[in-house]
């Protein structure tokens, strides 16, 4: 199986930076998609940005030339540069892994992790 664990978030005033980590664990080979999602208080949650094959890169537009998406090679661990805070950042980040639909991965679970918070203040 694999096991994603978020690190970072926490307290930022508008104009801050902060920088989320994702450690994943247990079958990575198996990891074809890793990505951050969030969901911000009565909202559904949305996808952020997201690392397909540890080259193609995707980002919602509200964080387009704000956040940034990095890993490692093979994906191991992710990260997220976010840069220009602001309040409509403020949301609960859970990082996700998207397993490989291969034979030798039959059986894995795409993998959630527990939530981080992210709060931004005006």
């Known amino acids: 199986q694999v096991r994603v664990v978020e690190s970072g978030g926490g307290l930022a005033q508008a104009g801050d930076s902060l920088r989320l980590s994702c450690a994943a664990s247990g079958d990575t080979r198996c990891i074809s998609t890793m990505g951050w999602y969030r969901q911000a208080p009565g909202k559904g949650r949305e996808l952020v940005a997201r690392?397909?094959?540890?080259?193609?890169?995707n980002y919602a537009d509200s964080v387009k030339g704000r956040f940034t998406i990095s890993s490692d090679n093979p994906i191991n661990t992710m990260y997220l540069q976010m840069s220009s805070l602001k309040p409509e950042d403020t949301a609960i980040y859970y990082c996700?892994?998207?397993?490989?639909?291969?034979?030798?991965?039959?059986?894995?679970?795409?993998?959630w992790g527990q939530g981080t918070q992210v709060t931004v203040s005006p």
């Open positions: 690392i397909i094959e540890g080259n193609t890169i």
């Open positions: 996700y892994a998207k397993i490989r639909a291969a034979t030798e991965c039959l059986g894995i679970l795409d993998s």
